[in-house]
């Protein structure tokens, strides 16, 4: 007997259904989707109930004749590709053709559709796969799809679909990417009969931004344009460095209009903002790439929320060059140049008097940044002058009589300078000084100083003595340089101080609820839909993390209170990422995890920071409190406080071992 068997038609879809219907807000999706690519001008959705009761969409667009109504929940079933060359140069958001064949297999499904030419629409019904009905209805030109009891008849799946709360917010965060995708069209979501999102067409996507996160987070926005008409165009708005998440949540990619997942973005995105923020803080990003269609592959995932695109890093680099010049516009960061002339140490001896000379030829970039910072004058240390090719500072060297030539020495620079490059490099004497040939411009003299990377360890708590750290000294006012019994230590001040008040946090709201602090004014907060979604789930528990909050219309709330450690200007940050953090909760994580990440957040937003300068009281108060915590060595979110530096690895270093 065979045990090889060919699927059901039915059987496949369902199966099929297990990776394009993942939970209503991926039917929502593609619904969505194929009314964008039919014209639509207005996008009503309507959910019931999480989307497990109803979800409806009702659009303006072209709409189906009747043989295509029906044909459209065959499986790969599609108007938009033909050949296998289409699948070369995909421009619409459906195409694959198993969308709605999946959806109609596990759900109970109603179209109703009209095309222009047509007196009346076509009414379509299918449940569990099998066409029930077709018929004529009334209907003005467009098409709605209402999907009722999804996974009605496949129970394994139903039972894995989360709260009510959880997916409504997912249903409402694709809303917003695609209203902010399509700022032409008007979108329009219910839940329940409650308007949650309701915007009108909009001249571009910063008036969409403003209707749908208000006027609070638009002020932050930055504009962004750039990139290479073959590689790729990029605009958009990043936020100022102000306006700062604990996680990537309020980052918005698309890839020509379509909402992508992508790590490419992401990586040029936090490029473009390297050195500007700090480890684990990201900004909010509205980033379009238009990307000419044979440079992107849009069919690597069921879904459609990844594409592989065929040039990564020069995708990445155009997208962190359009970010930096945005920032730089901003006077928030240089625009990154390469340097004209690469620096070079050239060493010399005198064999008199045993001295050396050098020579440094610096970028014009470095010329200007040297020339802002400090005059030369007759007593300074050193001279500059400036040739066509390069600047060259010199270290003026004393007689031997304890005096300073410095006519002397600029007769000295000008004869090496004047040389052509091939006599500077033969030239065995100068002046009445001999000295070996100078190696020519661009090469090194001192060797590369050797890594210690490799010695350099985190430790556990175990390995930490109580009360034998001493520290030294501060690393640019962002690291305690500090010993113990077994070598050296480095400390980053900041996540040190983060475990503090996080261990202080934690066991202030098992005592009783954190205390607060009444703003002078109270802060007024726009809610984006996903986060008026998370309100509605969170509200209860702020008043236990030292908020007070206020609902006011629509999606404004006010914040009249924040805790006491927290600065007032963090206020609105923070309760941005308590509203995102829910979402976590929302994915089966415990309360009490949920918890833990609000005591981090406070405790990040209320650390020491780093390029902070501390007393050495300070600093061995933050030592000695440090070890007191119930995790010394790493932070709220788990990155190392401590690394350690043994004598042996040192000693190892320095090959005395």
Partial sequence: MNKIRILSDNLANQI???????????????????????????????????????????DDGEG??????????????????????????????????????????VAKVELTTRVPSENAATFVQIEGGRLIDVKDAPRAVGTTIAVRDLFF??????????????????????????????????????????????????????????????????????????????????????????????????????????????????????????????????????????????????????????????????VKDVIAEAVRESLARAGIAAPRQEPAIESVAVVTEYSEVSEARTIVAGSVAALDRDENSSEQTAESSAVSITTEAASVTVPLFENLDGTTDIAVEFERIAEIRSLPAEDRADRSEHLNHPQPSMPPLGHEVMPPVNNAER?????????????????????????????????????????????????????????????SQNLLLPETFDLTPAQAEAFETVEPELAGLGFSVMRLSGRTIAIKSIPTDLPASDARNLFAEILDTVDLLKKGNAKSTFRDDIAASLACKAAVKVNMPLTPEKMQWLIDRLLLTSSPTTCPHGRPVILRLTMKDIERGFHRT
């Fill in 16 to 58: 099929a259904a297990g990776e394009v219907v993942e939970r209503p807000a991926s039917v929502i999706k593609e619904l969505v989707e194929n009314s964008i690519d039919a014209g639509s001008t207005r996008i009503q959705i309507d959910v019931e109930l999480g989307g497990r009761r109803l979800m409806r969409v009702a």
């Fill in 64 to 105: 189906m004749v009747r043989d295509d109504a029906v044909l459209a929940f065959e499986r790969h079933a599609t108007s938009k590709i033909r050949d296998a060359e289409d699948l070369g140069r995909i421009g619409t958001l459906g195409f694959r053709g198993e969308a709605l064949a999946s959806i109609a297999s």
């Fill in 153 to 314: 008849n496949t129970p394994a799946r139903r039972k894995f679909m989360r709260s009510e709360a959880t997916e409504n917010y997912h249903l409402t965060s694709i809303i917003t990417h695609y209203a902010l995708a399509h700022p032409e069209i008007a979108f329009k979501l219910t839940n329940n009969g409650r308007d949650v999102l309701n915007v009108s067409p909009a001249n571009g996507l910063r008036e969409r931004a403003f209707q749908v996160f208000g006027g609070g987070l638009l002020e932050s926005l930055l504009p962004v344009a750039g990139g290479r008409d073959y590689i790729a165009k990029v605009s958009g708005y990043v936020s100022a460095p102000r306006e700062r998440r604990t996680n990537k949540d309020s980052q918005y990619f698309f890839v020509n209009q379509r909402f992508v997942k992508d790590k490419t973005i992401a990586e040029g995105l936090r490029e473009g903002f390297r050195s500007v923020l700090p480890h684990g803080v990201y900004p909010v990003a509205f980033l379009f790439l238009d990307v000419p269609l044979e440079e992107i592959d849009v069919n690597v995932h069921p879904a459609k929320t990844e594409v592989r695109f065929r040039r990564n890093e020069a």
């Fill in 455 to 515: 010695f350099v360890k985190s430790i556990d708590t175990d390995s930490v003595s109580t009360g034998s750290i001493r520290p030294i000294a501060q690393l640019h006012d962002s690291f305690i340089i500090a010993t113990d019994d077994e070598g050296l230590l480095l400390i980053d001040q900041h996540v040190a101080h983060e475990r503090i008040l996080f261990d202080k946090y934690r066991r202030r709201e098992a005592e009783r609820a954190i205390e």
